[in-house]
């Protein structure tokens, strides 16, 4: 990030004498008692943060690092943290979610009805012999059905795993397989941007594929009313619900019974499933949600992220429900029916709390130059106090807009770092505790031990940058990665660091005189487009299964002004390098191919064809060099091993 960012902004006043963590003394302290005793710190939050069946009685559990435990004798059900302790504490009327549909339709759903609702959806899971452990695929739109999918799973101890809406049928397929589900929740369609996108029908796809023999059932949500396939395994959600009573006695499981999986993009063409756990992943949740957000009873909390992300997991499912917080959730997307639609939202409900991700600020920062009027001025944004992004790097100018146009220069933003991994923010400003510097994600979270180190994990002084590492297990980081534990300790705890540090996969420099971190970007092959991850080689992997066209394939990122980056495609062709209207086609034909097999967030932006490509001698791809091709950037490094130099300027030409 080349912009200047010499200005810092104090927390404001009003904020810092309400806050949970009120003053930089309070964040000192926090960290401090962290510091002394952190297994004490940790236990004790997740006694005032949890309600627990069984009282735990161990605190962190090292026994088989880095398969490390929390409060592991301790017994509890999410879902009861979620919902049925706060109608127990008279809290039933309380409006859970305010759902505001693509259309703008508006439903509001009370404590008492969610845990109602939930319970119906839990007993049918349950009457269609879904067990504790069982695993359950969620393909679903945002909504109120989709948060209780999620926590109608955790109510019978079934591990959720929720796979984003714009997967392929393909990576559908892939996850279904992998995590062994017994059973798929889905809808008929979704509604996104005015446009009806079928999900049902990929659905069917993904298990006619093959694979995918566990599948007993598939439940399906009638969102649209849209036409489906009917299959023999196939029941209606509202038909299977309304045969059950309202109330289902929770599944009581240990503190490590495993949440959820999520996959999400690593350095390999194969996602991962990230593992969570119950407990410790709960915590993490509650305590950030309250503690980043400065989040009080009477905040309207909104974020913006799909439950098919980590953010929709820990920041729409359970951390706003674990607190009986009063939150939207929005269908939609950011620009229909035009680029004010997320001030409308904020204007109508109320929004106090704000969360959004860096692309979406800067596409809508651009589209204002076209529609004037969609500008947050023209709306009453008077009800926010704090905003927050996430997901990728935000840049000054952005920050700056986030903080003056729609924070009215009042809002503390909190640009909060964490991964699918962390289960919930590490490093993050606190509204109340910390000074704000746009482009930092500043200090860590109170009890996350953070460094920057060089390769051999030896710390660096501030000022010089490394690779971030926790340098100690925290309660709500990934337990394993579903079914490959040995993926699990060479991905985050490498012999490198003698298998003592969590290796983050992002680098890091902190501020010489404040210490303040900022995130320099993956230093592995993940890139990250409009805050959501993809991996290289899975891109590379979906380009050379078009065995009827390609020989060859390497992609890179290239920065890109909206979206962070752009994904650039190096592609050899079997008939040899195409040209003019012809290259256009089989480009084009190559984008259609990597939406059908990973999804269309996976299309490249660019694809650049060559007789071959630039390998070292041992026949390594110089991907640094297509780094620079990708940018137009002049090559610098050292191209004398080069077989044929004359692809270079094949390469320069974008399709
Ligand atoms: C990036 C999303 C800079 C980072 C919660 C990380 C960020 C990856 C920030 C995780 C931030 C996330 N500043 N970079 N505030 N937040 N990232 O797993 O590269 O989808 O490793 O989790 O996003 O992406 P994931």
New binding site residues.
């Given amino acids: 990030m080349s912009e200047r960012n010499s200005d810092i902004y104090e927390p404001p006043a009003a904020v810092v004498a309400a806050a949970h963590v009120s003053g930089r003394a309070a964040y000192d302290r926090l960290v401090a008692e962290a510091e002394t005793d952190y297994e004490g710190y940790w236990a004790r939050l997740a006694r005032e943060f949890i309600s627990w069946h069984k009282p735990f009685t161990e605190g962190l559990d090292a026994s088989d690092a880095p398969f490390f435990k929390w409060f592991a004798d301790g017994t509890l059900n999410v879902s009861y943290n979620c919902l049925d302790r706060h109608v127990e504490a008279g809290q039933g009327e309380k409006t859970a979610l305010i759902f505001e549909a693509d259309d703008g339709q508006i439903t509001r759903v009370n404590y008492r009805e969610l845990l109602a609702r939930t319970c119906r959806l839990a007993n049918a899971l349950r009457a269609q012999g879904v067990r504790k452990g069982n695993r359950v695929v969620i393909y679903m739109p945002m909504g109120i059905e989709g948060v209780m999918a999620m926590q109608a799973c955790a109510r019978i101890g079934a591990t959720h795993s929720v796979v984003f809406g714009g997967f392929s049928a393909q990576s559908l397929r892939d996850r279904i397989e992998d995590a062994g589900a017994v059973l798929v929740l889905t809808a008929d369609e979704q509604l996104r941007g005015g446009k009806r996108l079928p999900l049902k029908a990929i659905v069917d796809q993904a298990l006619a594929l093959g694979g995918c023999e566990s599948v007993r059932s598939v439940i399906v949500y009638q969102r649209t009313g849209g036409a489906v396939d009917w299959q023999p395994h196939d029941h209606w959600l509202h038909e299977l619900s309304a045969a059950q009573p309202t109330t289902c006695e929770p599944e009581w499981v240990e503190a490590e019974h495993p949440l959820f999986l999520l996959y ?1 993009s690593g350095s390999t063409g194969k996602p991962k499933g990230v593992q969570h756990s119950s407990g410790g992943y709960l915590l993490h949740a509650a305590l950030t949600t309250k503690w980043t957000f400065d989040l009080k009873p009477d905040d309207v909390f909104w974020c913006t992220a799909d439950i098919g ?3 929709g997991h820990s920041y729409v499912t359970y951390g706003p429900l674990a607190l009986g917080a009063t939150e939207v959730v929005f269908e939609g997307v950011p620009t229909y029916p035009d680029a004010g639609r997320f001030w409308e939202v904020i204007q109508r409900h109320g929004v106090t709390v704000f969360y959004t991700a860096p692309t979406a600020i800067r596409s809508l920062i651009k589209a204002v130059e076209g529609q004037p009027q969609t500008h947050p001025r023209h709306y009453d944004l008077t009800s926010l106090r704090i905003l927050g ?5 935000i840049n000054p100018a952005a920050w700056r807009w986030y903080h003056e146009q729609v924070g009215g220069s009042r809002c503390p933003v909190i ?7 962390t289960g919930g923010h590490i490093i993050t400003p606190l509204p109340g505790a910390t000074t704000l510097v746009p482009g930092s ?1 500043t200090l860590p979270f109170p009890g996350i031990i953070a460094a920057v180190v060089d390769e051999s994990g030896k710390e660096l002084p501030h000022g010089h940058g490394g690779i971030l590492v926790v340098k100690k297990p925290w309660p709500s980081m990934i337990r394993n990665i579903w079914g490959d534990p040995e993926r699990f300790k060479k991905s985050y705890y490498p012999d490198e660091f003698n298998g003592q540090y969590y290796l ?3 680098g890091a420099v902190r501020d010489a005189t404040t210490g303040y971190f900022t ?1 320099t ?2 230093i592995d092959d993940v890139l ?1 487009i409009s805050g ?2 993809m991996g290289t080689m899975e891109i590379e992997s979906a380009l050379v299964s078009c065995t009827e066209l390609v020989a060859e394939a390497a992609v890179v990122g290239r920065p890109d002004e909206t979206t962070g980056e752009a994904i650039c495609a190096f592609v050899v062709l079997k008939q040899g390098r195409p040209e003019g209207d012809d290259a256009k086609a089989i480009a084009s034909r190559l984008r259609e191919w990597v939406a059908k097999e990973i999804g269309p967030i996976a299309k490249p932006r660019d694809i650049r064809f060559a007789d071959n490509l630039p390998k070292t001698r041992s026949g390594k791809i110089m991907r640094r060099l297509l780094r620079s091709v990708a940018r137009n950037e002049p090559v610098t490094q050292d191209i004398s091993t080069l077989e044929n130099p004359a692809i270079l300027e094949q390469l320069g030409q974008a399709y």
């Fill in positions: 999400t992300w980590v953010t992004t996430v997901g990728e790097p640009d909060t770092f964490w991964q699918t991994e994600c983050a996969g992002d995130i970007g993956r990250n959501h991850r």
